[in-house]
């Protein structure tokens, strides 16, 4: 079906709270990435995995972590959340990174509020 | 590293009347880009409005059609005549490249068409 999926799609946490925001795809894509937007930033690259356990980071990695287990599936893990962590999070995924010209599909987004 | 430059939003418009909207590129990873429009709707997320792998090519969709221009390294968007259903966040990207294959994105510009 081409999907990526986000769960959950509005999160709201306090402040040293633990986050967990999951991403799954149903495309077989090797390549997938998690990305924050904010007004007046654009996105900004958080991590990119190229497959199962095989994660790097991206510009702004710094309080955050993440996990694939399976090629499907893609964690963004928030420990001790921050107010400055407040955003809309895309999780994206592309087939392989063998070709720069494949498409990144996204999901819908996540909206966290840390308070 | 690479970089996107775009016309900063919001850019306002009425129905029927023409769009361009700005992207130039600063490639250093690569010497030519896989060139891309994005858009993101209200409340969706992002997805791909159109794509030029070659240089001196035009893509085309919905519409809107971008020339990529290896001399003027841009990329621009138009369209002719817009749509109130038009309205949404435009962003330019080049494809992953580099060691690490990050996608490049532009900050975004917003079009907001008036009736």
């Known amino acids: 079906d081409m999907k990526v999926t986000q769960m959950p799609r509005y999160l709201i946490k306090r402040m040293g709270e633990n986050v967990l925001l999951e991403c799954g795809q149903d495309?077989?894509?090797?390549?997938m990435y998690w990305y924050r937007q904010d007004p007046g930033l654009g996105l900004q690259l958080i991590y990119i995995?190229?497959?199962?356990?095989?994660?790097s980071e991206g510009d702004i990695p710094k309080g955050y972590r993440v996990s694939r287990k399976k090629r499907e599936h893609f964690s963004l893990i928030l420990d001790s959340a921050k107010t400055n962590q407040t955003s809309v999070y895309f999780c994206?995924?592309?087939?392989?990174?063998?070709?720069?010209?494949?498409?990144?599909?996204f999901g819908e987004g996540s909206r966290l509020i840390v308070v | 590293g690479d970089s996107v430059t775009q016309t900063e939003g919001p850019v306002t418009v009425s129905e029927s009347e023409s769009l361009i909207i700005n992207c130039t590129y600063s490639?250093?990873?690569?010497?030519?880009?896989?060139l891309f429009w994005y858009v993101r709707y209200p409340g969706e997320g992002l997805q791909l409005l159109l794509k030029?792998?070659?240089?001196?090519q035009k893509g085309s969709s919905r519409g809107f059609e971008a020339t990529y221009n290896k001399e003027t390294t841009s990329f621009h968007l138009q369209k002719a005549s817009v749509q109130e259903s038009d309205s949404a966040v435009y962003y330019c990207?080049?494809?992953?490249?580099?060691?690490?294959?990050?996608?490049?994105f532009g900050k975004g510009t917003s079009l907001v068409v008036h009736p």
């Open positions: 994206a995924s592309s087939l392989s990174r063998a070709n720069s010209g494949n498409t990144l599909y």
């Open positions: 495309m077989s894509h090797e390549t």
């Open positions: 995995s190229y497959d199962v356990d095989s994660n």
């Open positions: 490639a250093t990873s690569i010497a030519y880009p896989n």
């Open positions: 030029v792998i070659t240089a001196g």
């Open positions: 990207a080049l494809g992953p490249s580099g060691g690490n294959y990050k996608p490049t």
